[in-house]
């Protein structure tokens, strides 16, 4: 059986246009290894300085774009950052699997291994998909949810690109009251929408989303 190599940081504090919205709710490990990235304590510490929070990353990006914000947060939380199988520093070979179901599963197991029983679980694009299938197939349990323009049906990745340029008029906006619809339909939600960011906010706008995430997470706490 290969040894996968899942790249992942747990510190205290991290040494390490369009609207775009975000939803917020209340709410197998074999073969894996943690990996320790440069400086002290970089894997894991136990210094603890508050609640978890777990964040998410999209396709075809990698932990890196939530360093920022995770770094900000790491005052009052425990932030725990880790990339996919075949993203960022964790395994890439030929033939291994990397699909939605398989990145679900390995999170539910990463969150065990970590001791996580109800971390608050932040998600970005396709890590949306894998933060509920990991919840609703694999019984993870998170304290809070926020999902950051997620996506959570396929396709997505390269196909979903060729989607959109195929069919650029119909990509071209999705009104915003789609937001407010899906908020509603979801118990205890809140919707927050962040003018002048597009999909990746945490590049165009990363003090307001982590104002609102900071907002949202501290007031689960207190």
Not at 113 to 142: F, I, K, Q, S, T
Request: net charge negative; glycine share 6%.
């Amino acid at each position: 059986m290969p040894s996968w190599s899942c790249g992942s940081a747990t510190t205290a504090s991290i040494q390490v246009r369009s609207c775009t919205s975000l939803l917020l709710r209340r709410s197998r490990l074999s073969g894996w290894s943690r990996t320790r990235a440069a400086g002290p304590d970089r894997c894991r510490s136990e210094q603890f300085r508050g609640p978890p929070v777990v964040f998410c990353h999209g396709t075809p990006w990698s932990s890196a774009v939530w360093r920022p914000v995770a770094d900000a947060l790491s005052a009052d939380f425990t932030v725990h950052l880790w990339d996919m199988l075949g993203y960022g520093t964790s395994t890439k070979v030929d033939g291994q699997d990397v699909s939605l179901s398989a990145q679900a599963a390995l999170l539910a197991d990463l969150l065990d291994h970590w001791g996580l029983a109800d971390p608050h679980m932040v998600a970005h694009d396709y890590g949306g998909a894998v933060a509920l299938r990991a919840h609703l197939l694999h019984h993870a349990e998170y304290n809070s949810l926020a999902l950051v323009d997620v996506v959570a049906l396929a396709p997505w990745g390269s196909e979903f690109f060729r989607l959109v340029a195929d069919n650029s008029a119909v990509f071209a906006w999705i009104p915003v009251d789609r937001a407010h619809r899906l908020a509603e339909l979801i118990p205890g939600s809140e919707l927050h929408l962040v003018p002048e960011a597009g999909h990746l906010i945490h590049f165009d706008a990363p003090e307001r989303l982590t104002a609102v995430l900071q907002r949202w997470l501290l007031s689960q706490e207190f």
